[in-house]
């Protein structure tokens, strides 16, 4: 990957509260030929079964989950401050209207493994899915979540195993 080094997991030297709360990330999914990115801020990162992974939601209404649900893989992708305006262009705008990267400027690469990222990026985690849940209104304990939800499009968690690490050098 041209400009990036690889890293392990275990080096990722960010906040991940900060990382994904308030730098937000690109959740892409797909290949060059045809992929689709949305911005998010809900997820995280751990250990699960022996493995380092991440977890993000999806909402069924959004272009993205097509690639997500269709493809086995998908990356995380986080950008430094300046590009902002271009996060929040991909939350705003759906994939089916608008080409993003075109107008964001920001260029999708594609990985030795297939995946879509883009070359702005600070930091890219490449995943393999590994898990998926719908969530579940009548598993909120904290009944506050459901106000989230007021069109009761719930979202889908995807775990992903973390496969590949890179950071801009």
């Known amino acids: 990957m041209n400009g990036f080094v690889e890293i392990k997991p275990e080096q990722i030297t960010d906040n991940v509260f900060k990382l994904v709360g308030k730098d937000w990330m690109l959740i892409t999914s797909g290949n060059k030929k045809k992929y689709n990115t949305m911005t998010a801020s809900w997820g995280g990162f751990g250990v699960i079964w022996g493995k380092m992974a991440c977890f993000c939601t999806i909402r069924p209404n959004r272009y993205t989950y097509e690639f997500v649900e269709k493809n086995d893989s998908f990356t ?17 705008k759906s994939g089916r209207d608008v080409d993003k990267a075109a107008e964001t400027g ?3 690469v594609e990985s030795d493994n297939g995946s879509v990222y883009f070359d702005e990026a600070r930091l890219v985690i490449e995943c393999k899915k ?16 459901e106000k989230l939800y007021p069109q009761k499009d719930y979202h889908r968690m995807y775990i992903g195993e973390i496969t ?6």
């Open 76 to 92: 995380l992708t986080f950008f430094d401050e300046k590009y902002r305006n271009a996060l929040n262009f991909c939350g705003t």
């Open 106 to 108: 920001l260029t999708p």
């Open 130 to 145: 590994i898990y998926y849940q719908d969530l579940i209104p009548g598993n909120f304990l904290d009944l506050d979540i």
């Open 164 to 169: 590949k690490c890179y950071v801009k050098e």
